[in-house]
């Protein structure tokens, strides 16, 4: 499938650009696929499973809402109604939808390699830089600013201890090798620091 024709057929270039989304937007999209080709590159999976992560990787956010529960159905739903419209086989646009859908979670087995490498870019914002992982916390809360202060500290904090309490944030080697440390460091600061 050509993912140009896909992004543009799914109109997902213009539901990145939504005004509500600050950290869920094209910038967040395109860093998830820059790290879904280190990855695959990395964990050498077959150009056919990376471009069917990167398509999942384009519409795992393609509905966000943050004040619902069901954004990856809605997002998966998406995908599956364009992909079908696009010809893709059922195998095919099953299979994005369901990457989609395990994005809600992040638990994924190392040996679902497609899920593995998916969820780990998803999550390699946890890695970042210092900086740039302060700019992400700004623009979550900033999504939730319906939200009072201590709602969101309770509700976000819940969310990274529960990151915290697996024995891996990352799924692939190479996300345990080189993202696991900084990445486990800054989140038990955030949650320190919203725990305060």
């Avoid at 869920?24 to 860093?31: E, G, I, M, W, Y």
């Avoid at 087995?109 to 490498?117: G, L, T, W």
């Amino acid at each position: 499938m050509d993912e140009s024709a896909i992004v543009a057929a799914a109109g997902l270039r213009t539901r990145y650009a939504e005004p509500h989304r600050r950290y869920h937007d094209q910038h967040h999209v395109d860093s998830v696929l820059a790290a879904v080709d280190e990855l695959a590159a990395a964990e050498r999976i077959a150009d056919d499973d990376r471009a069917i992560v990167r398509l999942a990787a384009w519409f795992h956010d393609a509905v966000y809402d943050p004040t619902a529960a069901d954004n990856e159905e809605r997002s998966a739903d998406l995908a599956l109604t364009v992909l079908r419209s696009e010809g893709a086989s059922a195998g095919f646009a099953d299979e994005v939808a369901r990457l989609v859908t395990v994005t809600a979670e992040h638990a994924v087995e190392p040996s679902d390699v497609r899920a593995a490498v998916l969820c780990d870019a998803d999550l390699s914002i946890l890695a970042a830089d210092a900086d740039r992982y302060a700019a992400y916390t700004r623009w979550v809360r900033e999504e939730y600013a319906f939200v009072d202060d201590a709602t969101f500290r309770h509700g976000r904090a819940a969310v990274l201890r529960r990151l915290l309490s697996r024995e891996h944030l990352y799924a692939t080697s190479y996300g345990r090798e080189h993202w696991e440390r900084l990445a486990r460091e800054q989140v038990a600061r955030e949650v320190a620091l919203l725990e305060a």
